[in-house]
Structures are given as structure tokens and as C-alpha cells.
């Protein structure tokens, strides 16, 4: 009984300073006003996209996740990138939760993702209400939103990690290389479809990038979503996601208390 009570106070425990941790770090990504670039970029985009009409469906979600990808990456790296390390550290003495100090940073990542998803869904949605239904070339159902919510999700989440992934200066020292590195890496994702199919020997070292091209294989000349594909795809990018937090984490505590 005294073995049961204690795990219980020791989960309660990691999940309270977990989410203390969230609050916080949240708190500062909004008082540093950082979001502010990448919102006004993300809806200038969509802007530029739902502009025209009437527009593909399954095309118009399909475009926003390599958008909104770009655009996760953009924040992770921002986000990563002004952490500070002896509040980092003196953070973590504080919590005593390993555990609780590394997956506070991955529900951050999770939570702006979801916030740029709805925005990428619900503004779309708004306009066609507006126009009468007209903004898409067909009827947009609960169905297609659904596909296009984890669509845009996996993508997010994917991009988030990825920009994080090279954080200075817990993992590299110099913030330009992690800029450039990071940079190079999203756009060799976008493009690396077309790389492997002129260079097929890529494949071998592209890998390491998440498989957003499945999404233009699948839905490049689509008109409606098959939840089985989409499905699929949300894995693999979370999949990617979930390991580039891992390896982020396991490397930057290595870094900091070397």
C-alpha cells in the first residue's frame, strides 16, 4: 500500500512540474512577442493562397502543411534558439525531474504546432462562410477537415522538432551554423522528392529527413482525402517527430553538463 501511494505521489508529482514547466515556458514565448513574425508570415501565406478562388480542397491543405511545416521549423529553432543555459540548468535543478524538464519543451513544440493548425484550418473555413461556400471548388465536409488536421498536425510537429533539433547553444555552438544547417535541412525536405528522383543514390542520406514528399505522392493530384493514406502519413511524420525530440534531448543534457 505504501509502495502504491508513493509511485502515485511521485506521478502526480512529475505531471504537476510538468505542467508548471509548459505554463512558464509558454508564458515567455508570449511575453517576448517571438510568435509574432512567424503568425504574420503564416497568414500573409494563406492569404496569398485563399485569395484566388475557387480552390482545390484536398490541394489548398495539401499546400498548408508544407507551409505550416516551414513555419514550425521557423519556430522551433526561435523558440530553442533563446533558451537560456544557466536558467536552463538552474531550471532543472529546481524540478529534479529529468523526465518533466525535457517532455515541458516537447509539449511547448506540440502545443504552438496545434495553434498554427487550427489557424490553418478554421481561417479557410471562416472565408468559405463568408463567401457562401464558394471559396472551394466543391463542398468542404467534417470528413476533409479531419484528414487535413492531421495532415497539418504531423507536419507542424515534424517542422517544430526539426528546427529545434540543432539548438544553440546547448548542441551547437554557433548560432549561424545551426541557422544554416537548419535552413538547409527544410528545405532539402521540401525538395527532396524531386532531388531523389534525379539523383536516386539520395535516398540513402535523405532519409534522415521527414517524409513530407509522401504527402505530395499521395495528394499532389488528388480531389479527396482517403483517411487510411492520411493516417499513414500523420505516423511517419510524428514517428520522425518523437525521435528528433530524443535525440534533441539525450544530446542537450549531454552538452550542458559536460
Not at 482525402?225 to 534531448?249: E, G, H, Q, R, W
Amino acid at each position: 500500500m505504501k509502495e502504491n501511494y508513493r509511485k502515485e505521489i511521485r506521478g502526480n508529482d512529475g505531471i504537476r512540474k510538468t505542467t508548471a514547466l509548459v505554463q512558464y515556458r509558454m508564458r515567455i514565448y508570449g511575453k517576448e512577442n517571438r510568435f509574432i513574425m512567424p503568425l504574420a508570415a503564416m497568414l500573409f501565406m494563406l492569404y496569398i493562397m485563399y485569395s484566388m478562388k475557387p480552390a482545390g480542397v484536398v490541394s489548398s491543405f495539401f499546400m498548408s502543411s508544407y507551409m505550416i511545416f516551414l513555419i514550425a521549423v521557423w519556430n522551433g529553432f526561435v523558440m530553442s534558439s533563446a533558451e537560456d543555459p544557466v536558467m536552463e540548468q538552474i531550471q532543472m535543478l529546481r524540478v529534479q525531474n529529468i523526465f518533466a524538464y525535457y517532455v515541458s519543451k516537447i509539449v511547448c513544440l506540440l502545443l504552438v504546432g496545434l495553434a498554427g493548425t487550427c489557424i490553418c484550418l478554421v481561417l479557410p473555413v471562416a472565408v468559405n462562410v463568408i463567401n457562401d461556400g464558394t471559396l472551394f471548388e466543391r463542398t468542404l465536409t467534417g470528413y476533409d477537415l479531419f484528414n487535413a488536421f492531421l495532415l497539418l498536425s504531423g507536419a507542424s510537429f515534424a517542422g517544430g522538432t526539426l528546427g529545434s533539433i540543432l539548438q544553440p547553444p546547448m548542441v551547437l555552438r554557433e548560432r549561424k551554423t545551426a541557422l544554416l544547417l537548419t535552413v538547409l535541412a527544410a528545405v532539402l525536405t521540401i525538395i527532396k522528392q524531386a532531388l531523389m528522383q534525379e539523383i536516386p543514390l539520395l535516398k540513402w542520406i535523405l532519409w534522415i529527413l521527414p517524409p513530407l514528399e509522401r504527402a505530395g505522392q499521395i495528394y499532389g493530384n488528388a480531389d479527396f482525402f482517403l483517411l487510411a493514406d492520411t493516417v499513414k502519413i500523420f505516423l511517419l511524420l510524428m514517428t520522425y517527430a518523437v525521435i528528433y525530440s530524443m535525440i534533441k534531448s539525450v544530446v542537450s543534457h549531454r552538452r550542458k553538463f559536460a
